[in-house]
């Protein structure tokens, strides 16, 4: 009787130690698949707010992007970096490694715009002459007709080293921009040092080529960071309409590049093929902002 108590004791413990085991095994499967579920959700709400997931916010970043307080910065800052292709470049930009000529370039148009500069005029170097000192080229008007006279001058602009200076501390955070020589400004214009100005005119024939790279991005996001700095997150293209560019013959004119290195042109790229910015700007001295660096988002 003993050794039959014995048998059914160890029976019953053998059932239930399976049982555990069952129940170990059932909660350990519910469990796995619970927390792919909950992991799958997680990642899909964090892809759908706000592109968090290519963004790379760091955990003391704050969404500014709505925020009126600043508004009027936010719109300042990408009217420089709207003004040019360079700062699309998917190869990245860096303010800092901004070559001399590009930089005095950018700042040229700038001041340009902002009308902070001054008009003079220049007689030709002798009667009849397309040129004045300095090589620019003496300006001509148009006729109703379609024929076009010589003025006898050239017409100048005159923009002070201290201006450029000022933009170059306001735009990219350079204290002293190299201002010892002269630059051409764009394909036409030639910029030339004198005293503490610089004499800007036109120096090569206007091509007749219409159009320009154009950059068309939209903003996706904007926040602040902890040591102060704004970062402008966007997406989209650029858009050449050069007249100079050779596009395939299919009746478009507009065709629309990756980034400012492409060397491919593509009509009405969308979605997946654009490009994803984050535009980087530190503070200064006097807490105005500059662009400190642009880079595609991974």
């Avoid at 899909?44 to 790379?56: A, I, R, Y």
């Avoid at 990408?78 to 800092?96: C, E, L, Q, R, T």
């Amino acid at each position: 009787m003993i050794v039959a108590n014995t048998e059914e004791e160890f029976d019953k413990s053998s059932n239930n130690n399976i049982k555990y085991l069952l129940c170990f095994c059932i909660f350990f499967i519910l469990g796995g698949v619970l927390g792919i579920i909950m992991t799958t959700k997680y990642l899909e709400l964090q892809d759908e707010d706000g592109n968090n997931l290519t963004m790379n916010e760091t955990e003391n970043s704050i969404d500014i992007t709505g925020d009126k307080e600043y508004e009027a910065t936010i719109s300042s800052l990408k009217s420089i970096i709207s003004a040019s292709p360079v700062f699309y470049n998917s190869n990245g930009f860096k303010s800092a490694e901004m070559n001399k000529d590009d930089m005095l370039s950018y700042i040229y148009k700038y001041l340009i715009s902002a009308e902070k500069f001054t008009d003079s005029t220049l007689a030709n170097t002798y009667w009849g002459s397309s040129y004045c000192e300095n090589d620019f080229l003496v300006s001509y008007e148009s006729t109703d007709d379609g024929s076009s006279y010589s003025l006898g001058i050239c017409e100048l602009k005159n923009i002070s080293i201290n201006d450029i200076n000022a933009a170059a501390k306001s735009l990219f955070g350079v204290d002293n921009v190299d201002v010892s020589g002269d630059f051409m400004a764009t394909d036409n214009t030639k910029c030339i040092i004198q005293g503490e100005n610089y004499v800007c005119g036109l120096v090569n024939p206007v091509t007749g080529i219409t159009g320009e790279l154009t950059p068309k991005f939209d903003t996706l996001k904007v926040t602040k960071e902890e040591d102060g700095s704004l970062i402008i997150y966007e997406k989209g293209y650029l858009v050449d309409t050069r007249s100079n560019v050779v596009n395939p013959d299919d009746g478009y004119d507009n065709y629309y590049l990756h980034s400012s290195d492409s060397s491919a042109y593509y009509f009405e790229l969308k979605s997946a093929d654009n490009l994803t910015f984050k535009h980087t700007f530190k503070m200064n001295s006097d807490r105005s902002y500059y662009l400190f660096s642009s880079e595609v988002v991974k």
